[in-house]
């Protein structure tokens, strides 16, 4: 089992940046896949950026080139750099890990994700 908690959302105005933080509960890293999802209001969860166990990432073409994914694993804790906010990316954002023994990949679809967070919401003003 494996708790995670998200945090570092918050109110911010278009052209702000925001640093969100999920921490897990154990050194998970090294053995599970790991994504940022989001869910806008009245859409869909939907896949924001992914980084597999042997850190390769991906992300979403709407995010290309102002968010990056990372991890640190002396804190157990993989975080979203978000830079130059928008209006449409007002949501709340959850933290995911799947795991996946021997696989390192970047899952874009929610049901591929084993553990979730509470969720931090993320609200970008015009």
């Known amino acids: 089992q494996v708790q995670l908690i998200e945090s570092g959302g918050g109110l911010v105005q278009a052209g702000d940046s925001l640093r969100l933080s999920c921490e897990a509960s154990?050194?998970?890293?090294?053995?599970?896949?790991m994504g940022w999802f989001r869910q806008r209001p009245g859409k869909q969860r939907e896949f924001v950026a992914g980084?597999?166990?042997?850190?390769?990432?991906h992300y979403v073409d709407a995010v290309k080139g102002r968010f990056t994914i990372s991890t640190d694993d002396t804190k157990n804790t993989v975080s979203l750099q978000m830079n130059n906010l928008k209006p449409e990316d007002t949501a709340v954002y959850y933290c995911?890990?799947?795991?996946?023994?021997?696989?390192?990949?970047?899952?874009?679809?929610?049901?591929?994700?084993?553990?979730w967070g509470q969720g931090t919401q993320v609200t970008v003003s015009s």
């Open positions: 995911a890990a799947d795991f996946s023994p021997g696989y390192s990949r970047t899952p874009t679809s929610t049901y591929e994700y084993d553990y």
């Open positions: 980084i597999s166990r042997l850190r390769d990432t």
């Open positions: 154990r050194r998970i890293f090294n053995s599970y896949n």
